[in-house]
C-alpha cells in the first residue's frame, strides 16, 4: 500500500520567511496530492491540492510543487505570518482507490 | 448546513468496555472515513466507506468495526476497549468534483481507555 514520508517533523520560520515541506510517496499510481492545515484543537482543513498533470500549484502565499519521476512533492508558504503556525499534512491518493494516506505532519512555528 | 458533526465530544471507558462513534454529514457526501490521531503518528485511517451499506479496512482497522446503513451516517464499534484506542478520533466525509476529494472533517472526538 501507500506510505507517505514528511519532513521536518517541526519546523521554526521567522515571520516574513518563507517555509518549505516535503514529502515522498510510495505508490507510483498515485496522482492525487492535498495538503491540510490544523490550528491547534481544531479540525483539518484543505488548504491546497495538485493532480500528477500539475507540476505547481499556487494560491496566493502558498504553492504546492511536484516530482513525479521522484515522487516528491512540496508545500511553500512565502511572507510567512503568525496565523500560519499550525501542524501541516501531506497526503496522497490514486483516482482507483477511494482512500488517502496521510503523511505524519509538520508542526510550523512562525517566531516573532 | 452543519457540515460533519461527531457524537460524543468526549468519552472515557474502562478497559473492556464498548461504546459506538457516531458521525453524521448533511452534505449528500458518498465517502466517509474514520482516523485516529495520536500525536507524532498524523492521521490514520481505520475504516472507510464509498457508499450506502459499504465499508473498508483502512490502515489500522483491528479493535474496530463499522456500519454505514445510511447514507448521512457512519458509525464506529469498539467492542472492547484497550488503552492503546485512547485517541482522537475524527471522521470525514468526501465527494469527487473536478479532479478534487476534497474531506471534510468533523470536530474530533476525544477517547480516554483506563
Known amino acids: 500500500g501507500e506510505n507517505v514520508e514528511q519532513h521536518p517533523s517541526t519546523l521554526s520560520v521567522q515571520e516574513g520567511d518563507s517555509a518549505v515541506i516535503k514529502c515522498t510517496y510510495s505508490?507510483?499510481?498515485?496522482?492525487?496530492f492535498p495538503w491540510y492545515k490544523q490550528e491547534l484543537g481544531k479540525r483539518p482543513q484543505l488548504i491546497i491540492d495538485i493532480r500528477s498533470n500539475v507540476g505547481e500549484k499556487k494560491d496566493q502565499r502558498i504553492a504546492v510543487t511536484l516530482n513525479k519521476t521522484a515522487k516528491h512533492f512540496s508545500l511553500h508558504i512565502t511572507e510567512t505570518q503568525p496565523e500560519d503556525s499550525a501542524v501541516y499534512f501531506c497526503?496522497?491518493?490514486?483516482?482507483?482507490?477511494?482512500?488517502?494516506?496521510f503523511g505524519k505532519g509538520t508542526r510550523l512555528h512562525i517566531l516573532p | 448546513n452543519a457540515g460533519v458533526t461527531q457524537t460524543p465530544k468526549f468519552r472515557v471507558l474502562k478497559t473492556g468496555q464498548s461504546m459506538t462513534l457516531l458521525c453524521a454529514q448533511d452534505m449528500n457526501h458518498e465517502y466517509m472515513y474514520w482516523y485516529r490521531q495520536d500525536p507524532g503518528m498524523g492521521l490514520r485511517l481505520i475504516h472507510y466507506s464509498v457508499g450506502e451499506g459499504t465499508t473498508a479496512k483502512g490502515e489500522v482497522p483491528d479493535g474496530y468495526n463499522v456500519s454505514r446503513l445510511k447514507k448521512q451516517n457512519f458509525l464506529l464499534g469498539l467492542e472492547s476497549a484497550a488503552p492503546s484506542q485512547t485517541s482522537v478520533y475524527f471522521c470525514?466525509?468526501?465527494?469527487?468534483?473536478?479532479?478534487?476529494?476534497?474531506?471534510?472533517f468533523g470536530p474530533g472526538t476525544r477517547l480516554t481507555v483506563t
Open positions: 505508490d507510483s499510481a498515485s496522482n492525487y
Open positions: 497526503a496522497a491518493s490514486q483516482d482507483r482507490d477511494d482512500k488517502i494516506i
Open positions: 470525514a466525509s468526501s465527494y469527487f468534483v473536478a479532479g478534487s476529494y476534497e474531506q471534510y
